[in-house]
Structures are given as structure tokens and as C-alpha cells.
């Protein structure tokens, strides 16, 4: 980390301000190089957390206004001394300030690095910084807040309680059972149960709300489906809030899959609009068919669409069959219309049942609150923590499954020393997790996934 790095921290494009963030120990120097405050003061004679405004000059030239921030180490995002340079939007004068940046002495800052440099100067844990692409790619809500909640140590907090339990329990074990001669209090099995219990416990936690997570974050691989004319194309629409699907009174209108990202209360939902499910002796609407079939068993949430007005016919009993395979919301439509079908009996086979006029919107609450249970919003709690990918995930797993073998291992009567080697493997599995105790490899890889300027 010994070079001075730059790079473009705003979206590229037109606009009121870019910014440009440099991090390193020459900051200071580089950017008053380039940099020419109204008050001729140098940036390196600046406070902490202070502004200047000046102009962006190089080789004589003035190529723009700017306003600088300057920040001093420690107390910075980075925890080195950063300069942030606002200049005015524009791919062309933004990136003509950096190319000053860069000839003054800067270097440019790969992907992830200014956050990388953060967790590498111990100003954030691994968990932390993946928060913050998070928080970046948020498309919601709920999203933002729990990305935001772990960036602010949600889940570091969790595992520091678990990793300072296990280790003060180890450190026991291990002074008790190496120095018999000193007088340190005997372990007893009901100290270890209950450190054991509530490890597990918030372990556990952990691991229940993850697919609530995923929800939240990541949205849920969403079918539309049932037989043509059902008025799935209007439930797309009404849930896309625009005309994605075209919409007629001809069957077989839709024969390909027609895809969107929707947020329906606080869950993101990737809808599939499909083929009208039918015999057909048409090649092109019988592939619409096949690939609607296909896409049923793979997705995360079905929405089998019902006709108000019609009778249930062999096509729509072969849905609701195929509705026991995934989690599935039925929605009765068009109850603008007289009844005419069977609601009994799709009742009787579906739990989650949502009467609805697609055309009119009336039932729409109803839908939102189905799609919340179902992606289990009710006992979701961004404030408590959630883990945010699988290698989260498998770290906690892998600790909860140790803490779980050192019970067992009291349990029936082994040695501490057998228990011990447990409860560190447990340990190890959460200093995976914060990056207190990780390789090269698994770090990069992390930071691969950021943009470059975060």
C-alpha cells in the first residue's frame, strides 16, 4: 500500500459534480501539485474534515473548477490521508482531472482497493466491506437498511459475542487443565453447556434469516404462469407498473418469456411472464409452452394465475399439481366477473390463496402481503444482521457444526482437550468470516467484485 492511488468514485456520465478520490501518504502532495486553492493555501497545511475551493490545473492550463476535501489519517474512509476532488460532471472534464491526478504522482486504484485499504488498516471486517457493495447495488428498501446495518457491525457484533464466548471458554479449558497447580476455578459441564447454548443460538439466528436475505437483496426467480387468457400479461403489468406484456383477447399472445424486476413491497421479485399453458398443435407457441414447463421446476416462487370467469379445465389441474413442487401463491383473477370457478378445491390444494383484478388492481394489497409471508418478511429484522453471500454463510455453518461436536463431545463423556479442539475450530470458522485469519486469495476475491473508486 505504499503508492498513492486515484481513481473516479462517481457513476461516469453526465451530471452536477464527479468525484475524485485519492488515498495514500503523498495525497496531499500530488493533489497540490494540481490544485490551486482561492486562498493559496496547501492542502497539506489543511485540517482533518475541512474544504477548499480553487482550480484543477495542469501544465499551466486551467481545466477546471473543484471544491477539496481533505482527510488525515487515521480519521478517513480508507484510514489513510485521502483528498476528494469535486469537480463538474462530464465524462470528458472528469476524466481530464484525473489524468492530471495521475501525472502528478498518483497511481490508478484497482478495483475494491480504497475499500480494500480500509479493512487492511483495520478501520472495517471482511463482513463489513462486502456490506458496502451491498449497499451500493441496493434495489430496495429493506435492502439498503440491511446492508447498511451490517456495514455499521450488525453482524460483526453477533460473531465477536460468539468468537469472545468460545475463546474465553478455551482459554479456561486450556489454563485449568495446564496449570493444576495454580488456583484457577474448576471448569464445570454446566459452564460449557451454556456457553455452547447460546452460541448456537446466535449461530443459528444467523443462518435462519439468510434466505430472507437473499430475498431481500438478491430478489426471488418469480414464474408467471397458467393456461392462455388467465390474465397473466395484466398481472405483469400491474406488478411492473408499465405495458411489458402485450395484452388481448387472443390465446397464445405470449410464446416467448418476458422477463422484469419488480419490487413488490419490501421483496424484490424477478417475474417471468410465459407462454399460455395448453395443448397446441402451433411449433412456435408449443416451444413457449415447453420452456414455461421448464422454467416452473427451477424457479423460487410461482404465481399460478386462475381464471375468475372459467371453469378449471385439464390444464389448470396439471398447474396446480405442479404447484406442490415450489412455493406457490394462486391467484384467483379477474374477480371483477362472475364466478365461475372452482375456488374450493384450488384452495383445498394451495395454501396460499390471493383474490384478484389484475385490470383494476383491487386485491393488490392482498398479493403484496402473500409475497412477504412467503419470503418470510415477518420475522425478517434488517437491524439483527444477515449474512450476505454463501462464503458468510459457510463460515457460520462451518462454526455452528464445531460448537455442535464440542456439545456432543461433552455430552458423552470425552476429554476437555477433545472439546478444545472443537470449540477452536469454531473459532477459526469466525475469524474466516470477520478476515481477522484469512489467505490472500480469499481477500482478492472479495474485493473483485467492487467497482473501481469504492
Known sequence: MSDTIAAISTAQGEGGISVI?????S????????FKGINNKKLADMKGYTASFGKIVSDGEEIDEAVALVFREPLSYTGENVVELSCHGGIYITKLVLRAVLDAGAVPAQAGEFTKRAFLNGKIDLSEAEAVIDII??????????????KEGA????????????????????AWADYPEEDIAEVTDEQLYDSFDVSIAILDGLISSYDSGQAVK?????????????????LMNLLSGCERSIVTDIPGTTRDIIEDTVIVGDVILRLSDTAGLRTTDDKVEKIGVDRAKHRLKQCGLLLAVFDYNRSLDDDDKELIQS????PCIAI???????????????ESKIKNVVYLSAKSGEGRADLVKAVEDIAGMDNFNPSEGVLSNERQRQAVLNSLNSVKDAKNALEIGLTYDAITVSIEEAIT???????????DEVVDRVFHNFCVGK
Do not use: M, W
Not at 429 to 439: I, Y
Open 27 to 34: 495525497a496531499f502532495t500530488v493533489c497540490d501539485k494540481i
Open 137 to 150: 447495488s441496493a434495489k430496495s428498501r429493506s435492502a439498503a437498511r440491511a446492508a447498511l446495518c451490517v
Open 429 to 439: 470458522s469466525l475469524l474466516e468470516l470477520t478476515g481477522e485469519r484469512t489467505s
Open 323 to 326: 404447484a406442490g413442487e415450489v
Open 155 to 174: 453482524v460483526r457484533n453477533k460473531i465477536d459475542e460468539v468468537k469472545n464466548l468460545l475463546l474465553s471458554t478455551a482459554a479456561h479449558l486450556s
Open 332 to 346: 384467483i383473477n379477474k374477480t371483477d366477473l362472475d364466478k365461475q370457478l372452482d375456488t374450493e378445491y384450488i
Open 218 to 234: 438478491q430478489g426471488i426467480d418469480t414464474v408467471i404462469a397458467g393456461r392462455p387468457n388467465v390474465g397473466k400479461s395484466t
Open 21 to 25: 478520490r485519492i488515498s495514500g501518504d
